[in-house]
């Protein structure tokens, strides 16, 4: 079990696999794209650790009590994202293999964000 649905099932969600999936990803086709859609995913880490701090000061929502799933690494994220910075930039290094990277990136973000707006009337 994810631990987003571990987090789910603590917060009273009874079938959190009912819940809507993004069904579409950008095409990781290459080791380029995957690094492209690995800085998007292992990048929110970092946001995740605001997001874990700020719902256990409002919700009082601990990782112990529904809040694993945006703890990340835990202490470790800082240390994990720099070691993924630093195999990025060991693969990536031409502007050729940087551009093909950036745009998964980009790609990624935009469907994720082309998700999260959906039935929204703002996006």
Not at 42 to 64: D, F, K
Not at 83 to 111: G, I, M, N, P, W
Request: glycine content about 10%; some cysteine; overall charge negative.
């Amino acid at each position: 079990m994810s631990l987003i649905e571990q987090d789910l099932r603590f917060l009273g969600t009874d079938r959190p696999e009912l819940l809507p999936l993004c069904a579409q990803i950008a095409s990781i086709g290459s080791s380029e794209s995957v690094f492209g859609s690995l800085y998007v995913v292992e990048g929110a880490t970092l946001g995740g650790q605001y997001i874990s701090r700020h719902v256990q000061q409002v919700l009082n929502v601990t990782p112990e009590s529904g809040g694993h799933f945006f703890r990340g690494y835990g202490q470790r994220t800082g240390e994990m994202w720099q070691t993924f910075r630093s195999t990025l930039d060991s693969f990536a290094l031409t502007q050729q293999t940087q551009d093909r990277v950036l745009f998964t990136a980009l790609e990624t973000f935009k469907t994720l964000r082309t998700w999260f707006l959906r039935g929204s009337t703002d996006g």
